[in-house]
């Protein structure tokens, strides 16, 4: 895992924030260096082999999809694509990479309160 936890953080955050906090960006490699590779090989596969785009428009939930702009694991058209299959899903792009919960957390935050407490939401 070490010699693959530079790159991943690479994807999963932008420059601009791995300069800002680079302790938080150590300390989230740390903890991926120290995930078992077997695990993290078989949910990459997992996640790459599952398609679901074809039981989109079968989802009747109200969905937020949140997508970071500079996110080249899940790019934002793939958001979009999301977004318009989803019967009503509100589509929001923060500036940010991978994990944008963390890059840009306080709007990713407000987001999904909005979202939660909308008449839009779920529950």
């Not at 953080?9 to 077997?38: C, H, N, S």
Request: net charge negative; charged share 25%.
């Amino acid at each position: 895992m070490k010699s693959i936890a530079t790159g991943v953080m690479e994807r999963w955050f932008t420059p601009a924030f791995r300069a800002k906090v680079p302790g938080t960006v150590a300390q989230i490699q740390k903890t991926l260096e120290e995930t078992d590779p077997e695990g993290y090989t078989a949910c990459c596969a997992a996640v790459r082999d599952y398609d679901c785009r074809e039981q989109l428009e079968e989802i009747s939930a109200q969905t937020l999809v949140i997508t970071g702009a500079h996110d080249p694991a899940t790019p934002p058209a793939d958001g979009r694509f999301l977004a318009a299959h989803i019967r009503g899903a509100k589509y929001t792009e923060l500036d940010a990479a991978h994990l944008s919960n963390m890059e840009d957390g306080a709007r990713f935050t407000g987001e999904l309160a909005a979202f939660l407490s909308s008449e839009e939401a779920p529950f």
